[in-house]
């Protein structure tokens, strides 16, 4: 089956737009302050509202107290919740919604105690680690670091872009990809003619 891709750290409504026209199967918005691509709960409402049907709509956050979480939702038809930080298995699962939790691997990183630890998660999300930062980083982590046999889907993040996707996706075989940094011309703002090679490549390398 085809790799799925997320386009995530979405700003502006025209970029969810087209992100979902060219072909993204979900969209990722930010509700972490620190993060140079947080959306307000205004402006999280109006990239969502103008997607098409069927584009899942993914909600990242770090470390969030459990009302803001709770307003978030309250306010925006999240599917998905991503979680990047510290976050319990039993906090993260503890709102009924699908989630993905986030890891930053580095060398000796234990993907597979991670699964096992949050096997209530849809997938779990790798990313490049770097020292007190949480993702977006534009770093690409050691592809042969992941296990082959990890018993929860894998979505691979982490310096990904046009250039290298086809490859990632030959080599690592995800459930699913996902890209920031990469399809940008700056933080939160994407471009779609790298939105448009970046998935185009990833559906090549999953021929």
């Given at each position: 089956?085809?790799?799925?891709?997320?386009?995530?750290?979405?700003t502006?409504?025209?970029?969810g737009?087209e992100?979902?026209?060219?072909?993204?199967d979900?969209?990722?918005?930010?509700?972490y302050?620190?993060?140079?691509?947080?959306?307000?709960?205004?402006r999280?409402?109006?990239?969502?509202?103008?997607?098409?049907?069927?584009?899942?709509?993914?909600?990242?956050?770090?470390?969030?107290?459990?009302?803001?979480?709770?307003t978030?939702?309250?306010?925006?038809?999240?599917?998905?919740?991503?979680?990047?930080?510290?976050?319990?298995?039993?906090?993260?699962?503890?709102?009924?919604?699908?989630?993905?939790?986030?890891?930053r691997?580095?060398?000796?990183?234990?993907l597979?105690?991670?699964?096992?630890r949050?096997?209530?998660?849809?997938?779990?999300?790798?990313?490049a680690f770097?020292?007190?930062?949480h993702?977006?980083t534009?770093?690409?982590?050691?592809?042969?670091?992941l296990p082959?046999?990890l018993?929860?889907?894998?979505?691979?993040?982490?310096?990904?872009?046009e250039h290298?996707?086809?490859?990632?996706?030959?080599?690592?075989?995800?459930?699913?990809?996902?890209?920031?940094s990469?399809?940008?011309?700056?933080?939160?703002?994407?471009?779609?003619?790298?939105?448009a090679?970046?998935?185009?490549?990833?559906?090549?390398?999953?021929?």
């Amino acid at each position: 089956m085809s790799v799925r891709v997320k386009i995530c750290g979405l700003t502006r409504v025209e970029d969810g737009v087209e992100a979902a026209r060219l072909g993204a199967d979900a969209i990722g918005l930010v509700f972490y302050p620190k993060s140079p691509r947080n959306v307000s709960i205004a402006r999280a409402a109006a990239i969502i509202a103008a997607l098409p049907t069927f584009v899942s709509v993914v909600g990242l956050f770090v470390d969030p107290t459990r009302e803001w979480v709770d307003t978030v939702l309250s306010e925006c038809a999240i599917d998905i919740l991503q979680f990047h930080g510290d976050e319990s298995p039993e906090f993260c699962a503890s709102f009924h919604r699908p989630y993905l939790k986030a890891v930053r691997v580095q060398a000796g990183t234990d993907l597979t105690a991670c699964a096992k630890r949050y096997a209530s998660a849809r997938a779990l999300l790798t990313d490049a680690f770097v020292e007190g930062v949480h993702g977006g980083t534009g770093q690409v982590f050691d592809w042969s670091l992941l296990p082959q046999d990890l018993p929860l889907p894998l979505i691979l993040s982490g310096g990904l872009d046009e250039h290298n996707i086809a490859e990632a996706v030959r080599r690592v075989r995800p459930a699913a990809v996902d890209v920031s940094s990469g399809v940008e011309t700056q933080k939160g703002i994407k471009d779609a003619a790298r939105m448009a090679a970046f998935i185009s490549g990833a559906r090549h390398g999953s021929l």
